[in-house]
């Protein structure tokens, strides 16, 4: 059997986006310092990336293939079942990649500690060899993570490992009809959004804290969603009954926009990446098939 291919997944710098932006380094340095920053703050960060990413680099075995690719090129890469992801960066790398595989294994890895939680990213960039060795050989543990999808009537379709907005895509009220577990409800509102397990540590979770939600929210590896609407308006057309609720595996939850423009859907957060959703446009959220397998041990 052939050795499998790693692909290897990172987002710009804090450092790259800055000289991106400014053009040269010292441009850069010229724009922090009228801020009070300095730049070596942001190279000693670079620094510790570089390394990390050496330490990665010399842990992949030289028979095996390998790819480096960038978030904003996820969405155009030709994926391979047998791939090994390395997701090296913040927990918010690895949503991002989660939607676009089928199963491959993910091992998430934390370049800055001090910084960044790791409930995604949870190894040290040390143990890179050791985990895509048990990952080859079939003996890593293995967690999976439900994703939740929406599939709308004229073929678009996206999913997303945290949750996913549906709304206007400038943030204005929204009008649509929403349909849950029997009921039908016309309602305007500053959107809604639909999360999972994973999504239920972060948005969702502020969301029921605020309003001291009376549903339960689903647990990472749980096949259920947690669907909340946000600011519902009470009028005499619309209405504030269906505002929360849990979307089994069996069930689902549908939207029907009712917005003339700026209908959109898009998922954790990135809004680049969104479905449009003219007058009309049925839009159906439920648990996706695919799970994101992220290597833990």
Do not use: C
Not at 93 to 108: D, E, F
Not at 111 to 123: C, I, K, M, N, S
Not at 213 to 236: G, K, M, N, Y
């Amino acid at each position: 059997m052939s050795p499998p291919r790693v692909v290897v997944v990172t987002r710009p710098t804090e450092l790259e986006l800055l000289i991106a932006r400014h053009g040269t380094r010292e441009q850069a340095r010229f724009a922090l310092r009228q801020l009070s920053q300095s730049i070596e703050t942001y190279e000693h960060r670079q620094q510790r990336f570089d390394d990390v990413m050496t330490l990665v680099s010399q842990a992949i075995p030289s028979r095996w293939r390998r790819s480096r690719i960038a978030r904003a090129d996820l969405q155009s890469f030709v994926w391979d079942p047998a791939d090994v992801v390395l997701a090296v960066g913040q927990d918010g790398l690895v949503a991002n990649v989660a939607k676009y595989l089928a199963g491959q294994p993910v091992i998430g890895i934390n370049p800055d500690p001090e910084r960044f939680d790791g409930t995604l990213v949870r190894h040290a960039a040390d143990r890179t060899g050791y985990l895509l060795a048990r990952t080859a050989e079939g003996n890593a543990e293995i967690e999976e993570r439900t994703l939740v999808e929406v599939s709308v009537d004229d073929g678009q379709h996206l999913k997303a490992l945290n949750e996913i907005f549906i709304g206007h895509r400038a943030h204005q009220s929204a009008s649509y009809r929403i349909r849950f577990d029997g009921r039908e409800e016309r309602q305007s509102s500053s959107g809604l959004i639909v999360a999972t397990g994973t999504g239920s540590t972060g948005w969702a979770r502020s969301i029921a804290r605020d309003r001291h939600a009376q549903i339960a929210l689903p647990r990472p590896a749980d096949h259920t969603l947690a669907f909340f609407v946000r600011e519902a308006f009470p009028s005499r057309a619309t209405g504030t009954t269906l505002t929360e609720g849990i979307v089994s595996a069996e069930h689902q939850l549908e939207i029907v926009s009712e917005l003339s423009e700026g209908g959109v859907a898009f998922g954790d957060g990135i809004e680049d990446d969104r479905l449009r959703l003219g007058f009309g446009a049925r839009a159906v959220f439920r648990s996706a098939r695919d799970r994101l397998r992220l290597v833990i041990a």
